[in-house]
Nanobody
Framework: QVQLVESGGGLVQPGGSLRLSCAAS????????MGWYRQAPGKQRELVAV???????NYADSVKGRFTISRDNAKNTVYLQMNSLKPEDTAVYYC????????WGQGTQVTVSS
């Protein structure tokens, strides 16, 4: 089975930065596009960034210019560098393939507040 484990979340002030990691149990990134998703309380889960096997990337308009998705195939890890964080970025962040599998991991909480 493929397991995906998110980490790197925490509390940060507006304007701050965080780097999220998504570690996979096996090498899958050569075969699937991978995405970062987030879900805020009372809101639907949304896709915020995606990286394809060919390294091409796409971002939601709300994070474009502030977030960067990348991967390291040798480490079986996908990253999300988040800069200039805003309170509206507060959410639980998840990684999954794009389109996602039916199962989701625990996610990692990001809270942006003064």
């Amino acid at each position: 089975q493929v397991q995906l484990v998110e980490s790197g979340g925490g509390l940060v002030q507006p304007g701050g930065s965080l780097r999220l990691s998504c570690a996979a149990s096996t090498n899958i990134f050569s075969f699937y596009a991978m995405g970062w998703y987030r879900q805020a309380p009372g809101k639907q889960r949304e896709l915020v960034a995606v990286i394809a096997p060919g390294i091409s990337t796409n971002y939601a308009d709300s994070v474009k210019g502030r977030f960067t998705i990348s991967r390291d195939n040798a480490k079986n890890t996908v990253y999300l560098q988040m800069n200039s964080l805003k309170p509206e970025d507060t959410a639980v962040y998840y990684c999954n393939k794009n389109p996602p599998w039916v199962s989701w991991g625990q996610g990692t909480q990001v809270t942006v507040s003064s």
